[in-house]
């Protein structure tokens, strides 16, 4: 994205002002978007990363960090659920150096919009090796190990040969997890977190936030566990306007 400029870091104020006082985001960000000449990147940030006040904090609550949680077996997880594409694109972003940033609600997001035409490549079956070393390390951190299931759109190309490949992969690394490509993961997940007890689900997608219980945001752990890197954070920059005024 480069530099980071004034206007970017005003734009973001401006839109949470026009959110929490309940404006329509498409035409908040519109008019945001033109008034400080925002191009597509920058936009998209906005659009992914910029909420009203309430629902960041709600969003905020929900987020489970595991990198700083003490001791896992006490959280009694019986089931992990993850939003496979959700994770493994972000992933695949961040290894392909496209832009990472951290949302106003505390979830590593991308901006690359590809996922209705994502395309199994190198990177996705990197970072599915990635994320196969995270549930391997993470499931034998507690007492009695979750349920894990990885659920696919099987309406984004080529999700059977990635479900397939997936299962191959957990095969040999001796994780034990349930992959499905199916036609409404999102709705599978909400009802799957809601009927186990202790569930926690693997996600960034606000609609699905908004759904379940605890959330734990795997690309973000893995991002800085794996390659010590800290992305672009929307809090950090609001931050440093706010130091700038009363300086």
């Not at 990198?67 to 009694?76: F, I, S, V």
């Not at 035409?117 to 391997?136: C, M, P, Q, V």
């Not at 926690?200 to 379940?212: G, H």
Request: aromatic share 8%; net charge neutral.
């Amino acid at each position: 994205m480069g530099e980071i400029n004034i206007n970017f870091i005003n734009s973001i104020a401006d839109l949470i002002v026009l959110l929490d006082k309940k404006y329509p985001k498409k035409a908040s960000l519109e008019l945001v978007g033109n008034r400080y000449n925002l191009n597509r990147d920058e936009r998209l940030i906005l659009y992914r990363g910029v909420f009203d006040t309430a629902g960041s904090n709600r969003r905020k609550k929900k987020r489970l960090d595991l990198l700083h949680a003490g001791d896992t077996a006490d959280l009694n997880i019986k089931c992990l659920i993850l939003d496979g594409y959700n994770i493994l694109i972000s992933l695949e972003s961040y290894l392909k150096g496209m832009i990472i940033f951290r949302a106003l609600d505390g979830y590593v997001r991308d901006v690359s919009g590809v996922y209705g035409s994502h395309s199994f490549s190198g990177y996705t079956e990197r970072s599915a090796g990635l994320l196969a070393d995270f549930i391997k390390d993470l499931t034998e951190k507690f007492d009695s190990r979750p349920d894990v299931s990885v659920y696919l759109d099987s309406q984004v190309s080529k999700s059977g040969e990635l479900s397939m490949y997936m299962r191959d992969l957990f095969k040999r690394e001796h994780i034990s997890a349930e992959v499905a490509a199916i036609k409404n993961p999102d709705a599978v997940i909400v009802e799957l977190s809601r009927r186990c007890a202790n569930s926690l689900t693997a996600t960034s997608d606000t609609v699905l936030i908004d759904e379940v219980g605890r959330v734990i945001d795997i690309p973000d752990c893995i991002i800085r566990q794996v390659f010590g890197t800290a992305p672009l954070d929307l809090n950090t920059l609001l931050l440093s306007k706010k130091v700038k005024k009363s300086g």
